[in-house]
């Protein structure tokens, strides 16, 4: 079926008909630019989001939970997903709006010649017409004209009373006449033939051609629209496969969350190495009851009001666990004396991989600056072997320091790793787990987060031994005096209560467990932790 056949006289409709066509193209254009939009949008709310959750601390300082590993690869995997709805916006932009665009501006441009030459034709033929319809017009004008001249000439000719010049004055009127009527006829007849030729070749040939042509260019316009379709819908496709393996990592990051690992991770974190605090020793306060004096009175132990009550201390052990308070902060020591045992072994061993590190660079660079060396003792003229020798010897102090580094804190190590052993053999085989990880005690029991504020136990002495050490008639002298840095609750057994500021006598120093003796002025004796306190120890007893 033909638009030049079928719709011959339809040109106004055909007209409005490809303005629609077009206009439809167009606005199916916005649409796809409306849809590469929102899909920039999401991309960059995707991206916005990743980036707000993503882990702003170094990899160090990561957790390494499988359940935050976890999180990480899916972020990772969703900034991918982000760049894929980049490549549709990007795809839909170039390949489906452009393309539209450009090729609406071609059909504009197409229409538009094409109803020109319509419109040209048209105008032609109606030229056409008003020729043949001014012929037919004056055709019939010299028509009645001639009718008039034959009526006067024969009324003339039947008046006896006319004369002979007036008959043959109407005679040649009426010959005049007559001939222009022919002539005037032969004209019509002429333009008549002439605009029925260009009427047909009008309705058979020229219009014809110009609505197959406007036929065309619609059906190329519909055609245009589907591939565009088509198009819109394989820029979604092509992404797919890639958009698949995106959920694929996600299912599998999920898959690898590992609970048991987790919780072992936590063992790892905050193990601290001490040991459980061991059973209360009974105290027999009836002695007093039953015993009997001579001069019938009830003696008073001496300085048995020195020790730490143990229900009190229980209930300051239950108070107090430092969930929520921030916990004084220790100074830091070299050798991470400050820390529990467990918690100090992995930042000595820490520390000892990285000088480690550090070493086998001076040594790689030692090694080098000497092979240049040699090849400069071989070939002078390649530079001075002098002229390495400082940094040679650098290099050497370097390796030396190093070595000397990596010396003491194994040492410490081995001393840490020498405890730890020494506990574990007393320690019931049932309680030994050198595989799960550690965790951290404040000196008073009680259970931190931050490792640079703990402090390890108090040694645990035996009952009696405190016993003849607080029933001596005899005090021990103060070697010097301190001054408490942090409020401290002794709640262990031996330990010492302190308040923030309060001075106290010291009568033993610390021996290397992190503890000083001390005594108030109320004649209360106890440990206290050494970073807790300020100490100044009297000139003649120093080194005593």
């Given at each position: 079926?033909?638009?030049?056949?079928?719709?011959?006289?339809?040109?106004?409709?055909?007209?409005?008909?490809?303005?629609?066509?077009?206009?439809?193209?167009?606005?199916?254009?916005?649409?796809v630019?409306?849809?590469?939009?929102?899909?920039?949008?999401?991309?960059?709310?995707?991206r916005?989001?990743?980036?707000?959750?993503?882990?702003?601390?170094?990899?160090?300082?990561?957790?390494?939970?499988?359940?935050?590993?976890?999180?990480?690869?899916?972020?990772?995997?969703?900034?991918?997903?982000?760049?894929?709805?980049?490549?549709?916006?990007?795809?839909?932009?170039?390949?489906?709006?452009?393309?539209?665009?450009?090729?609406?501006?071609?059909?504009?441009?197409?229409?538009?010649?094409?109803?020109?030459?319509?419109?040209?034709?048209?105008?032609?033929?109606?030229?056409?017409?008003?020729?043949?319809?001014?012929?037919?017009?004056?055709?019939?004008?010299?028509?009645?004209?001639?009718?008039?001249?034959?009526?006067?000439?024969?009324r003339?000719?039947?008046?006896?009373?006319?004369?002979?010049?007036?008959?043959?004055?109407?005679?040649?009127?009426?010959?005049?006449?007559?001939?222009?009527?022919?002539?005037?006829?032969?004209?019509?007849?002429?333009?008549?033939?002439?605009?029925?030729?260009?009427?047909?070749?009008?309705?058979?040939?020229?219009?014809?051609?110009?609505?197959?042509?406007?036929?065309?260019?619609?059906?190329?316009?519909?055609?245009?629209?589907?591939?565009?379709?088509?198009?819109?819908?394989?820029?979604?496709?092509?992404?797919?496969?890639?958009?698949?393996?995106?959920?694929?990592?996600?299912?599998?990051?999920?898959?690898?969350?590992?609970?048991?690992?987790?919780?072992?991770?936590?063992?790892?974190?905050?193990?601290?190495?001490?040991?459980?605090?061991?059973?209360?020793?009974?105290?027999?306060?009836?002695?007093?009851?039953?015993?009997?004096?001579?001069?019938?009175t009830?003696?008073?132990?001496?300085?048995?009001?020195?020790?730490?009550?143990?229900?009190?201390?229980?209930?300051?052990?239950?108070?107090?666990?430092?969930?929520?308070?921030?916990?004084?902060?220790?100074?830091?020591?070299?050798?991470f004396?400050?820390?529990?045992?467990?918690?100090?072994?992995?930042?000595?061993?820490?520390?000892?991989?990285?000088?480690?590190?550090?070493?086998?660079?001076?040594?790689?660079?030692?090694?080098?600056l000497?092979?240049?060396?040699?090849?400069?003792?071989?070939?002078?003229?390649?530079?001075?072997?002098?002229?390495?020798?400082?940094?040679?010897?650098?290099?050497?102090?370097?390796?030396?320091?190093?070595?000397?580094?990596?010396?003491?804190?194994?040492?410490?190590?081995?001393?840490?790793?020498?405890?730890?052993?020494?506990?574990?053999?007393?320690?019931?085989?049932?309680?030994?787990?050198?595989?799960?990880?550690?965790?951290?005690?404040?000196?008073?029991?009680?259970?931190t987060?931050?490792?640079?504020?703990?402090?390890r136990?108090?040694?645990?002495?035996?009952?009696?031994?405190?016993?003849?050490?607080?029933?001596?008639?005899?005090?021990?002298?103060?070697?010097?005096?301190?001054?408490?840095?942090?409020?401290?609750?002794?709640?262990?057994?031996?330990?010492?209560?302190?308040?923030?500021?309060?001075?106290?006598?010291i009568?033993?120093?610390?021996?290397?467990?992190?503890?000083?003796?001390?005594?108030?002025?109320s004649?209360?004796?106890?440990?206290?932790?050494?970073?807790?306190?300020?100490?100044?120890?009297?000139?003649?007893?120093?080194g005593?």
């Amino acid at each position: 079926m033909s638009w030049g056949t079928e719709l011959w006289d339809q040109f106004e409709n055909l007209d409005k008909h490809t303005q629609w066509g077009i206009d439809f193209l167009e606005r199916y254009a916005k649409f796809v630019k409306e849809r590469l939009e929102i899909e920039q949008t999401y991309a960059k709310q995707l991206r916005n989001l990743v980036k707000k959750y993503c882990p702003k601390r170094s990899k160090d300082d990561e957790p390494r939970f499988t359940s935050c590993l976890s999180f990480y690869a899916i972020l990772n995997e969703l900034n991918d997903y982000a760049g894929q709805r980049e490549i549709v916006a990007e795809e839909m932009g170039h390949k489906v709006y452009g393309e539209l665009m450009r090729y609406s501006q071609d059909l504009k441009s197409e229409r538009k010649h094409h109803l020109q030459e319509g419109r040209k034709a048209q105008q032609y033929l109606d030229h056409c017409w008003k020729q043949m319809d001014n012929s037919k017009k004056k055709f019939e004008r010299e028509c009645r004209e001639a009718e008039k001249s034959q009526l006067s000439y024969e009324r003339i000719d039947n008046d006896i009373n006319a004369t002979k010049s007036e008959v043959e004055k109407a005679k040649a009127q009426l010959y005049l006449r007559t001939h222009m009527a022919d002539e005037s006829k032969n004209e019509y007849a002429a333009q008549l033939q002439n605009f029925n030729g260009e009427q047909w070749k009008h309705f058979n040939v020229a219009i014809p051609q110009i609505f197959k042509n406007l036929q065309d260019m619609d059906e190329r316009r519909t055609v245009k629209l589907g591939e565009t379709y088509r198009s819109f819908a394989e820029v979604e496709r092509r992404v797919i496969p890639i958009v698949s393996k995106c959920l694929e990592g996600m299912v599998a990051a999920a898959k690898s969350v590992d609970e048991r690992r987790d919780s072992a991770i936590v063992i790892e974190s905050f193990k601290s190495g001490f040991e459980p605090p061991g059973d209360f020793p009974f105290e027999d306060f009836s002695q007093n009851i039953y015993r009997t004096g001579s001069d019938g009175t009830i003696s008073t132990p001496k300085n048995e009001g020195v020790r730490p009550d143990p229900k009190h201390s229980l209930g300051k052990a239950k108070n107090k666990l430092w969930l929520f308070g921030k916990k004084p902060k220790a100074p830091t020591l070299e050798d991470f004396s400050h820390l529990p045992p467990e918690q100090r072994r992995k930042k000595l061993q820490q520390r000892i991989d990285e000088l480690s590190k550090e070493l086998q660079k001076e040594v790689d660079q030692r090694d080098a600056l000497n092979k240049m060396k040699d090849v400069y003792e071989k070939n002078p003229q390649m530079g001075d072997p002098s002229s390495l020798q400082p940094k040679i010897s650098e290099t050497m102090c370097n390796m030396e320091r190093l070595r000397s580094e990596i010396h003491k804190n194994e040492s410490w190590l081995s001393e840490v790793e020498g405890k730890q052993s020494a506990r574990g053999d007393r320690r019931p085989s049932a309680e030994v787990n050198h595989h799960t990880p550690h965790g951290r005690e404040s000196p008073e029991g009680s259970y931190t987060d931050d490792p640079s504020q703990e402090h390890r136990s108090p040694p645990q002495p035996d009952p009696h031994e405190f016993d003849d050490e607080f029933d001596d008639d005899d005090p021990l002298p103060a070697i010097g005096h301190c001054k408490a840095l942090y409020a401290f609750n002794g709640e262990n057994e031996g330990t010492l209560v302190m308040k923030e500021d309060e001075v106290l006598y010291i009568i033993e120093e610390d021996k290397g467990d992190g503890w000083t003796r001390a005594r108030k002025q109320s004649g209360e004796e106890g440990y206290v932790p050494t970073s807790y306190v300020e100490i100044t120890l009297e000139k003649n007893s120093k080194g005593s």
